[in-house]
C-alpha cells in the first residue's frame, strides 16, 4: 500500500497541484487500489480500505471544526489500541489557534471542570502537557507539538516513520502553505484518527493525508499494547 501510494508524486501526468476533480480523484483511487465513493458535490468524497486487517476511511466534505476553512480531510483507522492511550500530534499553527481557547477552559471562574462541549482536541490541551524526548528531531519540534497524557505511550507511536512522514509533507514548493494549514494526527478510544484543512485541493494533498492516516495506523497496531479484553475473572461481581 504504501510503495503504491508513494509512486504518485513521481508517475507522468500526476496532478501536483491546483484543484483536482472528483474523476481525477477516483482514477487515482481506482490505480491504488483504495475504495471510494464519490459525491454528487466536487470536492466532496470517501476512500477507503484496510490497514493490518483494519478498517480506515478518510472522508473529503464540510468542515466539523471552526479553525478549518472550505473544504475538511477527516480520517479514522481502527487500530485496536489500549482506549486508555492518548497522544496528540498537531502543528504549531494549530496549536497556536487553540492554545487560547483551552487557556479559557482551565481559567474561567465560572468553570469548575473542562467544558465537555469543547472539541476533544482543546480539552486535551487544558488537561495534558506537551511532550518532548532524547532523539525527537529539532525540525519536527520546530513544526509540531506532541501532547499526551504518557510520555511512554508518545514515544512508541510518534516514532521515526511517523516523524518522517509528519516531515515529508512540508517538503517541497508548497512547504510555507503547509506548515500553515491546520493538520493533527490523534490517538483515542483505540483508533487512529487525523484532521486536515484541504488548503491546496490537490491529488498531492490527498495522498500525503492518506499516507499520513496508515502510517499512524500501522505504528500504533506495532507499537502500541492491544486493546486488552476481559475474561471472566476480570468481570465486575455483583
Known amino acids: ?46 476512500l477507503g480500505g484496510d490497514v493490518g486487517g483494519q478498517a480506515w476511511r478518510l472522508e473529503s466534505g464540510a468542515p466539523t471544526r471552526e479553525y478549518v476553512r472550505g473544504l475538511e480531510l477527516r480520517g479514522r483507522a481502527d487500530v485496536g489500541a489500549d482506549p486508555d492511550a492518548a497522544v496528540m500530534v498537531l502543528n504549531r499553527c494549530l496549536l497556536e489557534a487553540l492554545e487560547g481557547r483551552a487557556y ?18 482543546v480539552r486535551w490541551l487544558a488537561m495534558y502537557e506537551e511532550m518532548a524526548w532524547p532523539g525527537l528531531p529539532a525540525s519536527f519540534r520546530q513544526h ?26 512540508l517538503e517541497g514548493e508548497r512547504s510555507a502553505v503547509r506548515a500553515q494549514t491546520p493538520l493533527l494526527l490523534m490517538l483515542a ?16 494533498e490527498i495522498a500525503h493525508a492518506t499516507q499520513m492516516l496508515l502510517m499512524a495506523a500501522q505504528a500504533a497496531m506495532q507499537n502500541l499494547p492491544p486493546m486488552s479484553v476481559a475474561g471472566p475473572d476480570d468481570l465486575p461481581h455483583a
Open 1 to 46: 500500500m504504501f510503495d503504491r501510494l508513494r509512486k504518485v508524486f513521481s508517475a507522468p501526468g500526476a496532478p501536483g497541484g491546483g484543484p483536482v476533480t472528483n474523476k481525477e480523484v477516483a482514477r487515482w483511487a481506482a490505480a491504488q487500489q483504495i475504495a471510494i465513493v464519490p459525491h454528487a458535490t466536487e470536492g466532496h468524497f470517501d
Open 104 to 121: 479559557s477552559a482551565i481559567t474561567d471562574t465560572l468553570q469548575t471542570s473542562v467544558d465537555a462541549s469543547l472539541p476533544e482536541e
Open 144 to 169: 509540531f507539538a506532541v501532547v499526551a497524557e504518557r510520555i511512554e505511550v508518545a514515544q512508541r507511536w510518534v516514532h521515526a516513520p511517523v516523524v518522517s512522514q509528519l516531515l515529508n509533507f
Open 189 to 204: 478510544h483505540g483508533r487512529v484518527f487525523l484532521r486536515m484543512e484541504r488548503a491546496e485541493r490537490s491529488l498531492d
